[in-house]
């Protein structure tokens, strides 16, 4: 059995993977915070805040570093959460059909080196979306929890004409910046592939 050397403080099973994926050894313990935004605030200050709040959440119930993470789907500067029903998320997909967005992640690990965070944009382009796709993919159960209604790694990525930007924070961690943040806490990636 590898023995944890970070805690992540969420439930996502695509931020677990991303960080597998990098050789870190975790412990999973999904933080319960708000996410109500906060009155005036931009989507990249949001996404931080809740990045933070997560960590911080947990703490003080673990002697490991604990990172936390959110991410947001921002079209025309607002920001687009999880669909609330099909209708939600036919109107989220057919905004975003034909144009470019943004996607922020904020992630934030608490350890020895205190609180460290970053936020990375990405922009994303769908090509143009039929309307009979967008009822078919919501049918597939795949857009349901997902911010923006879709998951660029599973079948949504056929919509995806272009990315500028990170990949993995589209999905959910932008890897190249937190393997940074790991590093300023000690937290070694590859711990599990040696």
């Known amino acids: 059995m590898t023995i944890p050397v970070l805690c992540l403080a969420s439930a996502s099973p695509r931020r677990r993977a991303l960080l597998e994926s990098i050789g870190v050894a975790l412990e999973v313990r999904p933080s319960n915070v708000d996410e109500t935004p906060m009155p005036g605030e931009s989507a990249r200050a949001y996404v931080e805040r809740l990045a933070i709040a997560k960590a911080r959440a947990l703490i003080d119930s673990t002697e490991l570093p604990v990172l936390g993470s959110d991410t947001a789907v ?6 687009l959460g999880k669909p609330v029903d099909e209708n939600d998320a036919r109107a989220m997909l057919a905004a975003l059909s034909g144009r470019t967005h943004q996607v922020l992640t904020g992630v934030a690990v608490i350890g020895p080196a205190g609180t460290l965070s970053c936020v990375v944009s990405t922009d994303v382009r769908m090509r143009d979306i039929e309307l009979d796709e967008i009822a078919r993919y919501w049918h597939t159960g795949e857009p349901q929890d997902k911010a923006g209604g879709y998951a660029i790694q599973g079948l949504a990525a056929v919509f995806v004409e272009e990315i500028k930007g990170s990949h993995s924070a589209v999905v959910g961690l932008p890897l190249f910046e ?7 806490q000690g937290v070694s990636v590859w711990s599990t592939r040696l």
């Open 178 to 184: 937190t393997a940074r943040l790991l590093s300023r």
């Open 74 to 79: 921002v079209l025309d500067g607002r920001p």
